[in-house]
């Protein structure tokens, strides 16, 4: 078996949305082995910070919060698509030629994941494309940019996943891993009636 | 297949250490649906908060960090046992009519699962207990508390569990879980250099 970790390290010059300095996680000394004998942080990040699950609460004021998701789906079927050729936005057009498994996880790695820094023109999924990943009864749909859109007033795209009962999965590392058919696993932390939850996402061949 | 969620909910009036309010997560508000049209939250915790994973950096300043966590143990053989009748402190002798699987996760339930609140004489574990525990080989020990000590100098109980390459997980929530054999599932998030990381912990039946 073989295991890829698609998770960002959270520290402070990780890339962050826009690369503004209001996003960076800050991992503050609560206790240290020099004063205290004993190492304590504090960690303060905005939760769509790395890699992350967004509930529907994050775009719905009446959506879903983080601590609904299903644990008996933390470690479910995922197929993973290369979508390189798509370049900066995944529309329906892009997708028309993927086989879909009803229920499944479905992980797109694109020009995003050739980049390590934040990158403004970063490759998205278009309303339309969001449209029709809905009509498919996916379970999460994730990809390799910390957004899976950008500048669509209304946030159409991730409306459109929300209301098909579709988790969404931003901030993966996806470039060491080939296309293919796996089992991913998450546990999202259990933050009480919260938006989104910052994962360790993990791929194992099945 | 029954799946059991040993994980306390973050939020604010959580049950914390010593109850004191600086160990209280907060959960502000960086954007919301009436102002932004879109709902994002900031989160700030001490790294033991709740449930979560320490790694020997806690208490040894040369210790390995939370990010060194094998992924290859994130799903794992687990005994939950019940040490009710320890009351207070588990020590060597309470563990010694206990059949240990050398590399298995290891919980305690205690008399802290009868207790929904902070408690400042909760049931721990004592240096000879820990020094106990380290000769059995076990990849991980869970227990109950905020704490799998209190009120020892120098953290031996810690230690002795490090120095034998036990991980050690506290804040469990084991009340409605009947002792016996699981799977113990864990992914700690991948915070750069820290010496714990807060967890989703979940048991399944065998």
Redesign the interface.
Known sequence: ?I?Y?L?????TDMPVFKNRDINRPI?AV?RS?EVN????????????TG?HLDAP???L?DGATI?TFP??R??IDCQVFDLTAAGRAITAESLQHLDFRTGAAVLFKTINSGVDQFDGQFCYVTADGAAYLAMHGLFLVGIDSLGIERDQP??PSHKALFAAGTWILEGLRLAAVPPGDYIL????????????S???A?LTTR
Do not use: Q
């Open positions: 078996m295991i970790d998770t960002m390290p959270i520290k991992l609560d082995h004998h004993i190492c304590e942080h504090r960690l303060t990040l905005n939760l769509h890699t609460l994050h775009v004021p601590d644990l008996d933390s470690s209304g946030h696993h998450l546990l999202p932390l259990l933050i009480d009636g919260a938006e989104a910052p994962v360790r993990v």
